[in-house]
């Protein structure tokens, strides 16, 4: 390439945990001496970190894809690179249908992306490992520690930390264990240094991010290591908060709770996604419990943490669904009161158990549900916000509203960066990346208003 130093453009889709996998694809490139842009048509190479957990997911990364290829043909771009899960789920399909793509890489395979991106070899027809498979490159197995290269896409003041990969619950409707692999822990000693490095760069802020957080060191023969995993980090000077994501209900445990509501550093958040609530539908899904387990357990944390703001992920339109079972979902919502809830339509994916039966509740229904699922949530949660009016809380604050320079952004600790709601700051000034306190003065949807008192 005629550029000593190319021009990258990075484009990562999906969740938390895929874009850890991005800033270690973007270490590798850095320290290989590669420069980059935020403008994909003003890079010499193009990477695709895509998504492929459920259909809408997929869609978007093929459009994507299509798009960066438009790039490569009218702008300054001359190799296109896309990796990731669909990639090690759909490797010889994508192959076969992308001619546009220069190079794939699974998930394996992070640190080939630099001689993908210096066109070292890595040509999509040479790759012999897309070989190994006729449609997929199976499950993966790779998992970064604190060794790998990585450069931060997040701002400066918080990080994702991955403790672990893949997963071994058997969920009828999710793919993931196919192409992510088993359930594999990082050494908590490993997790440790990482966040030591990262607090040294200035992150005060630690979200930790896993398949299922709870199951953390299970793999390893042992029952209760993320409480020991938090009480290492509650220890790290310079990081004010530990966040854990993605708790699953049948791994939690008393000990685990009593940690997380002890240690001063874990911010009162509960992130558990529990998909339903009928004890029926939860055993198609092969998840087991029911909702009156699901407020037992909530209960608990609600006991440990009076503060903590609860999160969690539904399914509606499961094969299957009935009425009765989607109301007894509407009614747990209901006596539950999530701070923040997703809600989500079944998507029929192959390679799932779920997949051998009728996707038999119609697209409109699936879609009428989830609206009037969220129509309750948002209910409950303005309900919620406005008690909070006249309270003063803690704000991180992380800069200028994207729209206008008249408000600042910031969140509560109960606020998880992306996904929930954010303090709207429309008085004061404060340094971004750090704590200021503010008066909740209104309520502006999933968003509170405050002005900054100290």
């Known amino acids: 390439m005629s550029n000593p130093r190319p021009r990258v453009g990075m484009i990562s889709l999906g969740c938390a945990k895929n ?37 809408p997911a997929r869609e978007e990364s093929i459009r994507t894809i299509l798009e960066a290829a438009e790039l490569k043909k009218s702008g300054s771009a001359k190799r296109l690179l896309v990796a990731g899960c669909m990639v090690q789920r759909y490797a010889a399909e994508m192959r076969e249908s992308l001619p546009e793509v220069d190079a794939f890489i699974g998930l394996d395979e992070l640190a080939q992306v630099t001689s993908a991106a210096l066109g070292e070899g890595a040509r999509a027809n040479e790759m012999d490992s897309l070989a190994i498979a006729p449609t997929s490159l199976g499950p993966s197995t790779y998992l970064y ?61 630690l979200n930790l991010v896993a398949q299922d957080s709870s199951h953390y060191g299970r793999d390893r023969g042992a029952s209760e290591v993320l409480p020991t995993l938090l009480a290492g980090l509650n220890g790290v000077d310079g990081i004010e908060w530990l ?46 419990g029911s909702g009156q387990g699901h407020l037992r357990l909530l209960a608990k944390f609600r006991a440990a943490m009076p503060a903590a703001a609860l999160r969690t992920t539904l399914i509606v339109g499961f094969p299957g669904e009935t009425e009765e079972e989607f109301a007894a979902l509407l009614e747990f919502v209901q006596a539950a009161r999530f701070d923040h809830l997703g809600a989500f339509t079944y998507s029929h994916e192959e390679g799932t158990t779920a997949y051998e039966l009728a996707d038999d509740v119609p697209e409109e229904l699936k879609q009428e549900r989830r609206e009037r699922l969220m129509e309750l949530q948002q209910s409950l949660v303005l309900d919620k916000l406005e008690e ?67």
């Open 388 to 454: 909070r009016v006249g309270e003063e809380v803690e704000v991180l604050v992380e800069g200028e509203h994207p729209e206008t320079e008249l408000l600042l952004v910031g969140r509560l600790a109960t606020q998880a960066p992306d996904v929930d709601g954010q303090v709207l700051i429309n008085d004061g000034i404060a340094d971004v990346g750090r704590m200021a306190r503010v008066e909740i003065t209104e309520v502006a949807g999933y968003d509170l208003v405050g002005r900054i008192v100290a």
């Open 19 to 55: 874009l850890v996998d991005t800033e270690v694809m973007l270490g590798h490139l850095g320290a290989a001496g590669c420069d980059f842009v935020d403008d994909p048509g003003q890079a010499d190479v193009i990477v695709v970190n895509t998504c492929g957990f459920i259909g």
């Open 243 to 288: 966040r854990v994501h993605y708790l699953y209900p049948n791994t939690v445990s008393d000990a685990l709770i009593d940690a997380m509501a002890r240690l001063e550093k874990v911010v009162p958040y509960v992130d558990m996604p529990l998909q339903h609530a009928h004890p029926a539908m939860l055993k198609r899904m092969r998840r087991g």
């Open 145 to 205: 520690n604190q060794e790998a290269p990585r450069r931060r896409s997040t701002p400066w003041w918080t990080a994702y930390v991955k403790i672990a990969e893949g997963c071994d619950h058997t969920c009828s409707f999710c793919p993931i264990p196919n192409f992510r692999g088993a359930f594999r822990s990082r050494p908590v000693a490993d997790i440790v240094v990482e966040a030591r490095n990262l607090a040294a760069a200035g992150a005060i802020e």
